[in-house]
């Protein structure tokens, strides 16, 4: 592995800074910072109580959003340090790019768009930045994280199948490599990971899966059939899809910068196509994988019904505070006047874990 950056990659020099300028550290460099402040927020913390697929309570070996995110910034550390990318900024953005999740995943999301479709809607991506440009507050002089551009140009761009970056405050066609990074990466872990949870829910088991060209690979490279112990082959063939879609990963972009002759960061602003990618054959193996979990994981009667569900809560909540604005934290309230009442709740509700938005269902 190589530790020099590459010349295209984001650098301290060719970083664009702060909004609200701040004397260096001195013993810590920018996008470190942007690491820490990421890690101590409130909102990373209430990743822990948000769920990626299942209601809480059910399992405490289920993912939730905190151990999903640490799992996508372990693997764009990887891919980073092996491009010789920058692989603090990476951390940063794999480590941010979930912040504005709401409660109950990706159902919970789909519902406050709905609440919010005359008000602006709701979309993760943009509520990352919205906390770490404004809801978040630890310091007295200015509100939000104060992050650097480049952290925060890789969290409006981020895209995957169900992300849909608005990025109009970004001139840019597209992030750096390390935003990109952040995006191959997210899709590498959700798959592996839900694959494994679902198999652990016992919603799916390894004979539907037989026709799943990935998970065959992925069992021939751990030789699964030799292991006796059902958990651990479980676990094993899950960690092999990652390193079989991490390896390939690494080997495709570094074809595919080669190709496009880029010199500079940017070379890489300026190119709309990405160029840290899987390649065509492996990106059709995941998304076949993909297309699977949705049709018996993701479409599952248990969690279909769980679906029903949680629109009446969020809907019950939402309907409660914007009728009761004054029952929320002064913080929100003072929100109202500038960005609309409907915004606010919408910001309260959306920085709710499952279990907090459980517990004022009851209350109310």
Not at 300 to 324: D, M
Request: aromatic residues 8%; proline residues 4%.
């Amino acid at each position: 592995m190589r530790s020099e950056l590459a010349p295209y990659a984001v650098s301290e020099k060719s970083g664009k800074g702060r909004v609200f300028a701040e004397e260096p550290h001195p013993y810590r460099l920018d996008f470190e910072r942007d690491r820490d402040r990421i890690i101590h927020c409130a909102a990373f913390r209430r990743l822990e109580g948000k769920t990626q697929v299942f209601t809480p309570g059910l399992d405490d070996h289920y993912r939730t959003r905190l151990t999903h995110t640490i799992e996508v910034a372990q693997i764009g550390r990887t891919i980073a340090r092996a491009l010789g990318l920058n692989e603090q900024l990476t951390e940063a953005i794999c480590l941010a790019h979930d912040l504005g999740h709401s409660p109950f995943g990706h159902t919970g999301e789909s519902v406050l768009n709905k609440l919010m479709s005359d008000f602006g809607g709701f979309e993760h991506n943009r509520q990352s930045l919205r906390i770490v440009d404004l809801l978040e507050h630890p310091y007295p002089d200015f509100a939000g994280l104060n992050l650097t551009y480049e952290t925060r140009l890789g969290l409006a761009k981020h895209s995957s199948p169900y992300d849909k970056p608005e990025d109009a405050d970004f001139p840019e066609l597209n992030c750096s490599l390390e935003g990109q990074i952040a995006n191959v990466a997210d899709m590498i872990a959700f798959n592996s990971h839900d694959l494994e949870d679902g198999m652990r829910a016992d919603m799916i088991d390894a004979e539907q899966l037989g026709g799943i060209k990935l998970f065959r690979d992925a069992k021939e490279r751990a030789q699964a059939d030799r292991i006796e112990d059902r958990i651990v082959r479980r676990t094993r063939t899950a960690k092999a899809i990652i390193d079989i879609l991490v390896g390939e990963c690494i080997e495709q972009s570094t074809l595919g910068i080669r190709k496009a002759k880029v010199k500079t960061l940017d070379d890489i602003y300026s190119r709309r196509e990405c160029l840290i990618v899987l390649p065509e054959k492996s990106g059709a193996e995941l998304k076949e994988l993909e297309q699977f979990l949705l049709a018996n994981f993701y479409q599952h009667p248990l969690l279909l019904s769980t679906a029903k569900q949680v629109e009446q809560w969020l809907t019950r909540l939402f309907e409660h505070f914007c009728n009761n604005p004054k029952l929320m934290p002064g913080y929100f309230q003072r929100f109202i006047e500038k960005q609309g009442l409907q915004r606010a709740v919408c910001d309260y509700i959306a920085g709710m874990t499952d279990r907090f938005c459980l517990k004022i269902l009851k209350e109310i």
